[in-house]
């Protein structure tokens, strides 16, 4: 079966250091993904995805930028943390259009 | 540019009562329409999914509706129990190409069963 995999769960960045987040999707090949972020209180905002390896969708401009260095891998990265970029980080795939979004467990970031 | 208007932050409903949510669009004409539900801390988990062509999709005590022409979805939970309470979130997908489909989501409506 299919998983997927984010981590950490938790994390406290000072502002203006940098940012590393990992997702990791097993049992299927090809997937779509997904980084969204949810504020506290808003919905789930879409922020990058990607078709394939090195393939990256940008859906709002920010201080932010992925990466998705093997086809079941996608990482999101900052080089210099806002108080902004506080918020829950989900990574999310899907195995094509028109078909349900599978969601990791979440990132907590808090910047300081 | 597309919105999506979850129409109440919160809903409160008594136990065995049927929770109604409503799914309102703008600026977009999706092809599919996605509900989910998150519960606190967590990641969103996919409930049902309607397309354009069908009026009405039904799984166990939960059935959705998708209006193309009041551009809204209503989403019931029937006989509702408090460990339906949770957030439920409203998503469209547009999809571009054959192979991707983009997700964007609504606020989501919290709901709360008490017994």
């Known amino acids: 079966s299919q998983t997927i995999h984010q981590w950490p769960a938790t994390l406290v960045q000072p502002v203006g250091s940098p940012l590393s987040l990992e997702c990791t999707v097993e049992?299927?090949?090809?997937?779509?993904l997904y980084w969204y972020r949810q504020a506290a209180g808003r919905g789930l905002q879409l922020l990058f995805y990607?078709?394939?390896?090195?393939?990256i969708s940008s859906e709002v401009p920010q201080n932010l930028s992925a990466s998705r260095p093997q086809d079941r891998q996608f990482i999101l990265s900052s080089k210099k943390l806002l108080l902004s970029d506080s918020g829950f980080y989900l990574c999310?795939?899907?195995?094509?259009?028109?078909?349900?979004?599978?969601f990791g467990q979440g990132t907590r970031l808090t910047v300081v | 540019s597309q919105k999506i208007e979850q129409n109440s932050e919160a809903l409160n409903i008594q136990e065995g009562k049927t929770a109604t949510l409503t799914c309102n669009y703008t600026n977009y004409s999706p092809a599919y329409l996605q509900w989910y539900r998150q519960d606190p801390g967590r990641g969103p988990v996919f409930l049902l999914l309607?397309?354009?062509?069908?009026k009405e999709k039904r799984k166990e005590r939960l059935k959705v509706t998708f209006d193309t022409t009041l551009k809204q979805s209503l989403f019931h939970i029937t006989a509702s129990q408090p460990a339906d309470s949770a957030t439920y979130l409203c998503?469209?997908?547009?999809?571009?190409?054959?192979?991707?489909?983009?997700?964007?989501f609504g606020r989501g409506t919290q709901l709360t069963v008490w017994p």
């Open positions: 998503a469209l997908d547009m999809v571009l190409g054959s192979t991707l489909g983009r997700l964007y």
């Open positions: 999310a795939w899907t195995s094509g259009a028109r078909t349900e979004a599978f």
């Open positions: 049992g299927t090949s090809n997937p779509n």
């Open positions: 309607i397309r354009e062509n069908e």
């Open positions: 990607s078709v394939g390896i090195g393939q």
